[in-house]
């Protein structure tokens, strides 16, 4: 049958590359013709997932656009101050709270308590600031720590 060594070794050289011709033979098969779709419609439904993602990422990009938008002019920044504005009243039951926007605009409100009863005054801030109306300590101090908060 054989005759020599080397006779041998080609025919099993020559067996083991048919079956490495085979395997890869079976993965192509396989790779273009799997599921019935092959890989250009893989390729097909990837191409078309990914235009999909785009678009949605797109929407989100918009929608957190807007977000950061609306966030600017909701209320972020607080700061209460309690002060005693009479010698002779006791406890600190007098206070100025201070509401501001991520813009530095809000308002103030100020509750002064008395004997006499309790009087409240509200002052609008724009920019960090009482323009029209003169501001006492607490104020200012309570829009200071608004701002820093």
Same mark, same amino acid.
């Given at each position: 049958?054989?005759?020599?060594?080397?006779e041998?070794?080609? =025919?099993?050289?020559?067996?083991?590359?048919?079956?490495?011709?085979?395997?890869?033979?079976?993965?192509?098969?396989?790779?273009?013709?799997?599921?019935?779709r092959?890989?250009?419609?893989?390729?097909?439904?990837?191409?078309h !997932?990914?235009?999909?993602?785009?678009?949605? =990422?797109?929407?989100?990009?918009?929608?957190?656009?807007?977000i950061n #938008?609306?966030?600017?002019?909701?209320?972020?920044?607080?700061?209460?101050?309690?002060?005693?504005?009479?010698?002779?009243?006791?406890?600190?039951?007098?206070?100025?709270? =201070?509401?501001l926007?991520?813009?530095?605009?809000?308002?103030?409100?100020?509750?002064?308590?008395?004997?006499? #009863?309790?009087?409240?005054?509200?002052?609008?801030? !724009?920019?960090?600031? =009482?323009?029209?109306?003169?501001?006492?300590?607490?104020?200012?101090?309570?829009?200071?720590?608004?701002?820093?908060?």
């Open positions: 049958m054989f005759t020599s060594f080397w041998i070794i080609f =025919v099993i050289w020559l067996t083991v590359n048919s079956l490495v011709v085979f395997y890869f033979w079976h993965l192509l098969r396989k790779l273009f013709t799997g599921g019935g092959g890989l250009r419609g893989s390729i097909d439904d990837s191409i !997932k990914s235009h999909t993602l785009e678009k949605e =990422v797109g929407i989100l990009k918009e929608n957190i656009q807007e #938008g609306r966030q600017k002019n909701l209320l972020q920044k607080t700061a209460v101050v309690r002060f005693n504005p009479f010698e002779r009243v006791g406890g600190e039951q007098s206070h100025t709270l =201070v509401v926007t991520e813009n530095k605009d809000g308002f103030l409100i100020t509750s002064l308590y008395t004997r006499e #009863g309790v009087r409240v005054y509200l002052k609008e801030i !724009k920019n960090g600031s =009482v323009e029209k109306e003169a501001l006492s300590s607490e104020e200012r101090e309570a829009i200071n720590k608004a701002l820093k908060s």
